[in-house]
């Protein structure tokens, strides 16, 4: 039970990863396709990297949902960045099922985590966070990129305050009385 306490840092580096990429979002709406499109990229891409990571660190129970939540992360990253010159209507689909996939993935290693730690809630508001992104974005891909931007800057920042939260809160963690 002491990995997850080991790996607090690992929430904490991906939940500053996404509060400076929706920050950079939201200071720049005006940017170009391309920018976002790398800046998508190597979010999804470190995000998913140490996603993966602590999934090989963590215990069998959230082991499967936190390296599924990576590989997704993974590959939309690469996707990203090996096709940049996507249209605005392909990348977000892109992110949209990215962020579905991947708030999923979230919820249900949140729903394992209630047996080993209090507050996990946090982990599962940054899964739901995820999805409904997801959901609005395949609800309304008219909306263009410049609304995609904004929306991502704002779900970037809120998820990585979540995250945040979720990696103080591991970081002092301490097992619940009778969880063996």
């Known amino acids: 039970m002491g ?3 080991q790996s607090w840092w690992l929430l904490l580096v991906r939940g500053l990863a996404a509060v400076i990429f929706g920050v950079l979002a939201l200071i720049w709406p005006g940017i170009t396709l ?3 499109v790398i800046f998508f990229g190597a979010y999804a891409l470190v995000s998913g990297l140490f996603a993966l990571f602590a999934g090989f660190r963590h215990g069998a129970r959230s082991r499967a949902w936190l390296i599924v939540s990576g590989v997704i992360g993974i590959l939309a990253g ?12 392909a990348l977000l ?15 249900v290693a949140g729903i394992h985590l209630r047996k080993l730690i209090d507050n996990e809630w946090m982990f599962i508001v940054g899964g739901a966070l995820s999805v409904i ?5 395949l609800i309304w891909p008219g909306a263009g990129m410049l609304s995609l931007v904004w929306l991502i800057g704002a779900f970037a920042v809120l998820y990585g305050i979540a995250m945040i939260a979720l990696s103080l809160r591991v970081k002092n963690f301490t097992p619940r009385a009778g969880v063996p």
């Open 133 to 137: 992104f997801g959901v609005l974005l």
């Open 78 to 89: 690469i996707v990203a960045l090996v096709w940049p010159g996507i249209t605005s209507l």
């Open 34 to 36: 391309l920018v976002l």
């Open 3 to 5: 990995e997850i306490s």
């Open 93 to 107: 689909y892109v992110v949209a099922f990215w962020a579905i996939f991947t708030g999923v993935s979230e919820i």
